[in-house]
């Protein structure tokens, strides 16, 4: 450990959790809004999940499950709180203004109008908080021709060019295989979330935050607007090439796995073609410059693609190692998982779960030294807080029933 490196706090000093304090009410579903939730949620904040009486959030069902049990839900639903409400009905339209009364933040994804429709628009619920902060997460925004379109993030990612400039010059475009502008829109909600509250501790007020899953996408495709408009440049597919430096692809090992190499420093190419044998590319002219480079990625890509071929992989990254040159295993979640590097930072964590045991999934998304976040407990069953919820708002058993019998909760 060096002397810039965080000392390591011992557990009886560290202060609460930075976020503890925080109420949020976590209304939406399928992905982004509700991860924006968790991700709030693994610092402390104390996020109470609403869920319709019948109709529990989709990602319960979404994928694989065990013993019926889906396990993208305890991975989305870890941190909150569960309960049901049917918010179309006076019944639960009452209890939700009653919750947001002690609420920091709201986060919801219908569609534009439908909490206006139900009378929880934004006039009855700052009236209710005028701190409240309220994350609206649509497809499209609350505005706009497409606003009232349905919106998922493949939208996203095919809308904001993601899609046209990933896959091989000859393919189609390709989709990502996982929710990435979900993922990606729900760490900018989060991010927003903090901005507003940042903002309300100044001006004592709360305000709307109006996302729209398009555009986080735009915001880390990094510099494809300024190119277009400054130069006419549309980026095209490349595969796993890149436009900017060479040599830069997946490469086979002899054993048959695969390694990916990065060269986006001129002195890690150096490093490379020495290791492969080719050291007489680097007096070449064109040698000198990443775009330069790329120009020449077919007899780059020759030359380190023919090396690599003839070794196996833990040769491979023990050579690349010790010339200092920048390469990674392509892994799959398996080799992730035992890969030492991740268990030292601790990325995944074991999980007691009432319902399946111990399970593991990814840790919080970073460390804090002295407020840590923390995985409390896996996604719950559906309203499985309801009882707990509700009596903290002063209902007592017979309210509870009462609003039992008529289907407002469950």
């Known amino acids: 450990m ?3 490196e965080p000392k390591d706090i011992p557990a009886g000093s560290r202060a609460p959790a930075p976020l503890e304090g925080m109420r949020v009410l976590d209304l939406a579903t399928l992905f982004a809004g509700p991860l924006a939730a968790t991700l709030l949620g693994d610092f402390g904040a104390d996020v109470v999940k609403v869920e319709h009486p019948d109709r529990p959030d ?7 499950s065990k013993d019926g049990i889906g396990l ?9 709180r569960t309960i ?4 179309s009905t006076p019944g639960g339209r009452d209890v939700l203004l009653r919750l947001a009364a002690d609420a920091d933040v709201i986060i919801e994804n219908f569609r534009p109008g439908t909490l206006e429709k139900w009378g929880l628009g934004w006039d009855r619920l700052s009236e209710a908080n005028p701190r409240l902060v309220l994350a609206r997460v649509t497809g499209f925004g609350q505005f706009g021709p497409y606003a009232r379109r349905p919106g998922f ?13 990933t896959g091989e010059p000859d393919g189609p475009p390709t989709l990502p295989p996982f929710g990435l502008a979900d993922s990606v829109a729900a760490l900018a909600t989060a991010y927003a979330v903090m901005a507003a509250l940042t903002g309300r501790d100044r001006t004592g007020q709360g305000q709307i935050v109006d996302m729209a899953i398009i555009e986080p996408m735009l915001a880390v495709l990094g510099p494809q607007a300024i190119w277009y408009d ?7 597919r ?9 040599p830069r692809n997946t490469y086979r090992t002899r054993d048959g796995k695969w390694v990916a190499v990065s060269t986006s420093a001129q002195s890690i190419a150096e490093r490379v073609m020495r290791l492969v044998g080719r050291p007489d590319v680097i007096d070449e002219p064109w040698f000198a410059s990443g775009a330069q480079r790329a120009r020449h990625a077919d007899e780059l890509d020759e030359a380190v693609s023919g090396w690599i071929a003839r070794h196996d992989r833990a040769e ?22 035992e890969d030492p590097q991740y268990r030292a930072l601790g990325t995944f964590a074991e999980v007691p779960d009432e319902e399946l045991g111990t399970v593991r999934m990814q840790n919080v998304l970073f460390r804090l030294s002295g407020t840590p976040g923390a995985i409390r407990w896996a996604g719950r069953p559906h309203g499985a807080d309801t009882d707990e919820v509700l009596s903290g708002l002063g209902l007592d058993t017979s309210d509870i029933a009462a609003l039992r019998e008529s289907g407002t909760v469950r």
């Open 2 to 4: 060096t002397d810039d």
């Open 230 to 236: 400054q130069l006419g440049y549309v980026q095209p």
């Open 58 to 64: 989709p990602s319960r069902g979404h994928g694989p």
């Open 316 to 337: 491979v990254m023990a050579a690349f190692e010790e010339a200092q040159a920048a390469i990674a295993p392509v892994y799959d979640i398996a080799d992730a998982m």
């Open 72 to 80: 993208w839900w305890k991975l989305l639903g870890r941190n909150k």
């Open 153 to 165: 993030g493949t939208l996203a990612e095919a809308m904001s060019g993601f899609a046209a400039m």
């Open 238 to 246: 490349t595969g796993n090439r890149s436009n900017n430096n060479a």
């Open 84 to 87: 049901t409400l049917d918010l």
